[in-house]
């Protein structure tokens, strides 16, 4: 994955075993809550979301 590439809740379970997840969902949101990362379009669904870093 490039830099560049929008995060989503799927590229970041990769590597992670079925029963961890949720923590990735977890993970996810305390890292909007903290500011590190954004919604790529502010009106996109919660399942296919995607995410970029707060600077892009």
């Not at 961890?20 to 979301?49: F, M, T, Y």
Request: aromatic content about 6%.
């Amino acid at each position: 994955m490039e830099i560049a590439d929008p995060m989503s809740n799927m590229t970041l379970r990769l590597g992670l075993s079925q029963g961890q997840h949720p923590q990735a969902s977890l993970v996810i949101r305390a890292a909007i809550e903290a500011g590190r990362i954004k919604p790529l379009a502010q009106d996109q669904g919660r399942r296919n979301a995607r995410y970029i870093p707060f600077w892009a």
